[in-house]
């Protein structure tokens, strides 16, 4: 076990790059742990975030591979997008291993690559909503002939008087930044409405559709 005070985003970088093996621990109400394979990120966690099995997957089920990856992004996209924190100390504890069955990982170039792509959508939709943005339902909008999806029904029902993309995204298991986008779809159909009061433009979904499909 050793300690480091530089940034974790190059923290990370240099475990990954000499093929360690063990858990990269952050501190604080806003950290978590990053587990690595012999330079592989095996699986994310945040305090922030929901685990994989939160969800409708269970450990060993079909898919439980892909609900452990979307959570390592989500994790690691709000570990590394967090400010700077050169001042904390991030131990790092060798041959420790996640408690997430058998999963291929990915490398860190994959990683940071796919956290640079949400934080470019995210950055997009902040004059509108933010994973911490309050939204309540718009109780003015009546469209009996509108379709959405069954995500965007559960987020819809668990809204209730209000609530933010991060609260929903815990209730139903998902994802904290495919939950926003969603939320952010909501608002453009004005079936939501963030408490900034501003309306996204309805062309704003065939961006949305182009970077997240």
């Given at each position: 076990m050793y300690f480091a005070r530089e940034p974790?985003?190059?923290?990370?970088?240099?475990?990954?790059?000499?093929?360690?093996?063990?858990?990269l621990r952050v501190p604080g109400d806003f950290g978590g742990t990053i587990?690595?394979?012999?330079?592989?990120?095996?699986?994310?966690?945040?305090r922030r975030t929901p685990a994989?099995?939160?969800?409708?997957?269970?450990?060993?089920?079909p898919g439980w591979g892909y609900a452990v990856r979307e959570a390592t992004v989500d994790a690691a996209l709000e570990l590394l997008s967090g400010r700077p924190r050169p001042a904390l100390r991030q131990p790092f504890r060798e041959a420790e291993r996640p408690d997430v069955g058998e999963v291929?990982?990915?490398?860190?170039?994959?990683?940071?690559?796919?956290?640079?792509?949400r934080q470019g959508i995210l950055s997009q939709l902040a004059d509108h909503?933010?994973?911490?943005?309050?939204?309540t339902r718009n109780a003015l909008f009546d469209a009996p002939r509108l379709q959405v999806s069954e995500l965007q029904w559960a987020l819809l029902v668990r809204v209730g008087s209000k609530a933010t993309p991060r609260e929903l995204a815990w209730e139903v298991g998902h994802s904290v930044f495919s939950t926003t986008?969603?939320?952010?779809?909501l608002l453009v159909l004005r079936l939501l409405a963030s408490a900034s009061g501003?309306?996204?433009?309805?062309?704003?979904?065939?961006f949305l559709r182009a970077v997240t499909e």
């Open positions: 974790l985003v190059t923290r990370l970088g240099r475990l990954a790059d000499s093929g360690q093996t063990g858990a587990y690595l394979d012999e330079g592989r990120i095996m699986y994310a966690e945040s994989p099995d939160r969800g409708l997957v269970r450990p060993g089920a291929s990982g990915m490398s860190y170039g994959d990683l940071l690559t796919e956290v640079e792509r909503v933010t994973a911490d943005t309050v939204v986008i969603e939320v952010f779809r501003t309306v996204p433009r309805r062309d704003t979904l065939s």
